[in-house]
């Protein structure tokens, strides 16, 4: 299982970004994959998680309406479309799956999933 995000660096206030998470040796469509960020000094929080049986989709309640979260099985990649980003949303963002838990157990608990890929750096600043 190997998962690869991408797509992170500097944009402004207000500004939008597209996150990649590239993934091998399993099907995104099979399982459910979280996007995880963590800032300097803070803990992992879970920001949004798409289900692995049907398109259902989670939001943190600090992106909801500003991200999307959504799924190319032919490319077998997730994507993370952020808009309206904002500084506080300037953190390492992680893709994540887990071989048992799902979207459903809560944003609490993207943060424990057993996979994780390399992370990819985001930074909000004027």
């Known amino acids: 299982v190997q998962l690869q995000a991408s797509g992170g660096g500097l944009v402004q206030p207000g500004g939008s970004l597209v996150l990649s998470c590239a993934a091998s040796g399993f099907t995104v469509g099979q399982h459910s994959i979280a996007w995880v960020r963590q800032a300097p000094g803070r803990e992992r929080e879970g920001v949004s998680c798409?289900?692995?049986?049907?398109?259902?989709?989670y939001y943190a309640d600090s992106v909801k309406g500003r991200f999307t979260i959504s799924r190319d099985n032919t490319k077998n990649t997730i994507y993370l479309q952020m808009i309206g980003v904002k500084p506080e949303d300037t953190a390492v963002y992680y893709c994540?799956?887990?071989?048992?838990?799902?979207?459903?157990?809560?944003?609490?608990?993207?943060?424990?999933?057993?996979?994780w890929g390399q992370g990819t750096q985001v930074t909000v600043s004027s």
């Open positions: 994540a799956t887990d071989r048992g838990k799902t979207c459903s157990y809560g944003d609490s608990a993207w943060p424990n999933f057993d996979f």
């Open positions: 798409i289900s692995g049986l049907d398109d259902t989709t």
